[in-house]
């Protein structure tokens, strides 16, 4: 049974007239009559009574009348749900992120613009380390991956997010913690440094050792861990220094210092990542709502 029968018969039903349920649909009398006709011999029972002055519903016409109204109020609501997700305006978004997104503004900034132009969306963050979120990205597991950099594969895409400097974490009782200029990776290098071990599976590390690679600088890593508040806390203990993306400065603990570094190639990237197969209304949303944040500053820069 086609959707315009139903359509039609609520129409005649409505206005107890051909006529005018004819003008109503803008279709002529004739073919309306005739599709009547066919759907009460597919139902096999008359739907109205017709004489010469008026046109009447049978029992079977009532019942039908209220059957046909829910039928297609079910139709038009799932037509708009369904059409409200294909345009992204529900459904949800699985957003990937490292330890240190939350203490930058950029994404706090994206996901509150996000939220008000698209609240009936279900966010779902993870937070996981940098490779981490390279395997959820392949199995569609993940839409958005925000993470420090790493070695991508070909199927996956990325830009940059956020550009910031490095900074020393020092112990604010060693003599390191006793100035705020500027210091050297070379003058770094020296001390006995708390670094993420490589099961950490953050993109820092492999920063960390090619900046004191290319300087054929090897500094001493003397405690491995797994994540950087740990990292702050063993310097604050005394353990050793350490090197970290100045956002988290962020985090004060007593005993520490953060100090600039001089080498101007001491920074560290934050990437927004996806697939590089058709991404979802969500996620086309949310990256514009990223570029907009981004727009007016100078902290996106194309990926090398």
């Given at each position: 049974m086609e959707l315009r029968y139903l359509r039609y018969f609520v129409a005649v039903a409505e206005e107890l007239h051909f006529g005018r349920a004819a003008q109503r649909l803008g279709?002529?009398?004739?073919?309306?009559s005739q599709q009547i006709r066919a759907l009460e011999a597919?139902?096999?029972?008359?739907?109205?009574?017709?004489?010469?002055?008026r046109v009447e519903l049978t029992d079977a016409g009532r019942l039908f009348l209220g059957e046909a109204r829910e039928i297609l109020a079910r139709t038009e609501?799932?037509?708009?749900?369904?059409?409200?997700l294909g345009r992204g305006e529900t459904g949800q978004l699985r957003i990937g992120f490292t330890t240190s997104v939350p203490l930058t503004a950029t994404l706090p900034r994206a996901l509150m613009r996000y939220r008000q132009r698209f609240p009936e969306v279900e966010l779902r963050m993870h937070e996981l380390n940098s490779q981490r979120q390279i395997a959820p990205l392949l199995?569609?597991?993940l839409d958005i991956g925000i993470m420090r950099p790493a070695t991508l594969p070909e199927s996956l895409e990325a830009f940059t997010l956020i550009r910031e400097p490095l900074v020393a974490v020092v112990n604010a009782q060693d003599p390191l913690g006793q100035d705020d200029?500027?210091?050297?990776?070379?003058?770094?290098?020296?001390?006995?440094?708390?670094?993420?071990?490589?099961?950490?599976g953050t993109g820092l590390l492999e920063q960390f050792q090619v900046l004191f690679a290319s300087r054929g600088l090897t500094p001493q890593v003397v405690?491995?861990?797994?994540?950087?508040?740990?990292?702050?806390?063993?310097?604050?203990s005394g353990l050793g220094v350490s090197l970290l993306p100045a956002s988290f400065r962020h985090i004060q603990i007593d005993n520490v210092r953060y100090r600039p570094i001089s080498d101007t190639d001491?920074?560290?990237?934050?990437?927004?990542?996806?697939?590089?197969?058709?991404?979802?209304?969500?996620?086309?949303?949310?990256?514009?709502?990223?570029?907009?944040?981004i727009a007016g500053s100078d902290t996106l820069h194309a990926r090398p």
């Open positions: 279709i002529s009398q004739p073919p309306l597919e139902l096999g029972t008359p739907l109205f009574l017709r004489t010469n002055r609501r799932a037509s708009r749900r369904v059409s409200r199995e569609n597991e200029t500027p210091l050297t990776l070379a003058a770094l290098a020296d001390q006995p440094f708390v670094y993420f071990s490589p099961a950490a405690q491995e861990v797994g994540g950087p508040n740990t990292i702050i806390s063993l310097v604050a001491a920074v560290s990237e934050v990437w927004l990542t996806h697939a590089r197969r058709q991404l979802s209304p969500q996620a086309t949303h949310f990256i514009d709502e990223v570029k907009a944040v």
